[in-house]
């Protein structure tokens, strides 16, 4: 018989997470081949609660260089760690969707190109693996297109927690703009602007 709830009184994963779903409305579920064998014992709860069924998708999971599944060793973090080391979230975007999908020789998107491309019968069969230097890549050719104005606001944490005063948006466009060439990161762009800053 399928638990769904432990001696503590705690509801196991399946239970919960059908539970969460259907009270929230959620029609179509995508996730790693790591979950298809909970899914029917996830169909079976909704049939027996009198949710309705939403519809199941699974996709490859994303391993690290040596072919292992992705993990802390491989340098996988959160989305909010990728932020804190200068990766802008259009860059991440692009890589994650890439990663396993594929619309021709195309690899750089607009989100409103994604929306209007992406399809998940074009997700590949096979894992993805992660490429840091590929994302780095990516991020680079986001850094150079940014909007300077942008560009500025999203420097200033990184300017202001190395104590360097960015009161002047004029004085920081022109230093953004000088170096956003030559940085992968805004960590990085951050660190090249020392001299401006620096007595």
Request: some cysteine; charged content about 25%; glycine content about 8%.
């Amino acid at each position: 018989d399928l638990i769904i709830e432990r001696a503590d009184g705690y509801p196991t994963y399946n239970f919960a997470v059908v539970v969460d779903d259907a009270q929230m409305g959620i029609t179509h579920v995508i996730r790693g081949d790591d979950h298809v064998n909970n899914t029917p014992r996830q169909i079976l709860l909704y049939q027996a609660l009198g949710y309705a069924v939403p519809e199941f998708g699974h996709v490859p999971m994303i391993l690290g260089a040596d072919k292992a599944r992705l993990s802390k060793r491989h340098g996988a973090t959160s989305v909010m760690a990728y932020k804190d080391m200068g990766y802008l979230p259009e860059a991440l975007v692009n890589y994650l969707v890439r990663l396993g999908w594929s619309h021709g020789d195309q690899e750089i998107f607009s989100l409103a190109e994604l929306v209007a491309l992406f399809d998940l019968d074009a997700v590949g069969r096979s894992a993805a693996v992660f490429n840091p230097e590929k994302l780095l890549w990516l991020n680079q050719h986001y850094l150079r297109s940014c909007p300077t104005g942008r560009l500025v606001e999203d420097l200033k944490p990184f300017w202001e927690a190395r104590g360097y005063p960015v009161t002047d948006d004029g004085f920081s466009a022109r230093v953004a703009s000088d170096l956003k060439s030559r940085a992968k990161t805004l960590v990085e762009l951050a660190d090249s602007a020392d001299f401006y800053f620096a007595d």
